[in-house]
């Protein structure tokens, strides 16, 4: 059986075709990092790890020293398809660096998968008892946060272009500096009423704004499909007084890591939902672990991922097919902003559908153009 034999990192920047606009932070490219695990056959198996030191608080050097050091040393000899065996290696590692645990978990499982033939989703189904899925997955659109009330009718303009261009779902992300019940009353107003919108707060809200913004909102008949985490992550009092007092389901995202951040959230009713990234998680399996307790718990389930190219939105297409309720719209959108492949082949988009790979894994290789300067070990 073919063992791994090497993990190389490789940088590939890539811009973004327009700012990406939250309320924590503004970003015009993207750094992605992608992790090529080697196996003893020659093959390659590719992650992603999604780095931002305000977010994933990882960087592309933080990331190469995890990988290229403990991370490696776990899985470098293992046999992809033993799972367990290298997977509690793996997360035994290092504390915390989940972005690049994720990297290097979904680059030995894809090796495991092109070993054995199958997509990545159907290796994943076979962790879950489940089906692999469907064949593509349904994604939002994010809109990056106005800087001001000026920007106001260029983010209408443009929620209209993506409707138009079969965008059923749009994700507003909104902060502090912008008036958001008249923001959303102009959107909701502009596009009618078949256009799903869900906003993202990113944590800017104290829980008593919060409160009173959505139910303004509420009142104003905008309509929204879900807040994401309105107040600070760690707030989960506030969370849970945000989602006693509105009619709005709340999304949990910055709140949630691990399945024992979803158990106090559970504990306290502090969620309706939870939006279940790989960086978060740790890669493919504890994603799987934290979607099947949300389920058991009656907490729905979206996949979301962080701003991030092609090998991350692919092997978080696959996890969507796997988890995702029927007719579910997910967060994957992320591919939707970079002006260039960061990797050839993997999930393909067309509107708002992500369509997974046909090939074994995760069906991506390197793009020719970027030069590895990742050390083999
Ligand atoms: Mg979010």
């Excluded at 033993?82 to 997360?91: E, F, G, P, R, Y």
């Excluded at 912008?178 to 104290?206: K, M, Y």
């Excluded at 849970?240 to 559970?266: K, R, Y």
């Excluded at 990797?343 to 997974?356: F, M, P, Q, T």
Aim: with cysteine; proline share 5%.
């Amino acid at each position: 059986m073919s063992t791994v034999v090497a993990l190389r990192v490789h940088d590939v920047h890539v811009p973004l075709t327009r700012p990406f606009v939250t309320a924590v932070r503004r970003a015009q490219a993207i750094d992605v990092v992608l992790v090529e695990a080697v196996d003893s056959d020659g093959r390659s198996g590719w992650g992603e790890a999604a780095t931002s030191w305000r977010v994933t608080g990882e960087s592309p050097a933080s990331v190469r020293a995890a990988v290229t050091g403990p991370l490696a040393e776990a899985v470098v000899g293992a046999v992809p398809a033993q799972v367990d065996h290298w997977s509690t290696a793996l997360h035994h590692a290092v504390h915390a660096n989940s972005a690049a645990r994720a990297a290097v978990e979904c680059a030995v499982l894809d090796l495991a998968a092109r070993a054995a033939g199958v997509g990545f989703a159907e290796l994943l189904s076979g962790f879950t008892a489940g089906s692999p899925g469907p064949a593509a997955v349904r994604t939002d659109m994010t809109l990056s946060a106005p800087d001001g009330p000026a920007q106001t009718d260029a983010l209408i303009r443009r929620a209209l272009e993506l409707r138009d261009g079969g965008f059923g779902t749009l994700k507003v992300k909104v902060d502090g500096r912008t008036d958001t019940v008249d923001l959303l009353a102009r959107l909701r107003a502009a596009l009618g009423p078949a256009t799903v919108l869900r906003i993202d707060a990113n944590q800017a809200w104290t829980p008593a704004v919060a409160v009173r913004t959505l139910r303004a909102c509420e009142d104003a008949g905008v309509g929204l499909d879900l807040v994401e985490q309105p107040v600070a992550a760690r707030d989960l009092a506030g969370l849970a007084e945000v989602t006693a007092a509105i009619d709005t389901p709340v999304l949990a995202d910055e709140a949630v890591w691990t399945v024992e951040d979803l158990a106090l959230v559970v504990e306290r009713h502090a969620a309706d939902l939870v939006n279940v990234k790989l960086a978060k998680t740790a890669g493919p399996l504890g994603a799987l672990a934290v979607a099947a307790s949300a389920r058991a718990a009656g907490l729905d389930v979206l996949i979301g991922c962080m701003l991030e190219g092609t090998v991350g939105v692919t092997a978080a297409a696959a996890l969507a097919a796997v988890t995702g309720r029927s007719g579910a719209t997910h967060d994957l959108d992320a591919g939707l902003w970079l002006t260039g492949a960061s990797a050839i082949g993997g999930a393909r988009y067309e509107g708002d559908l992500v369509h997974l790979p046909m090939g074994p894994g995760l069906g991506v290789r390197a793009a020719s153009s970027p030069t590895p300067v990742g050390a083999d070990r």
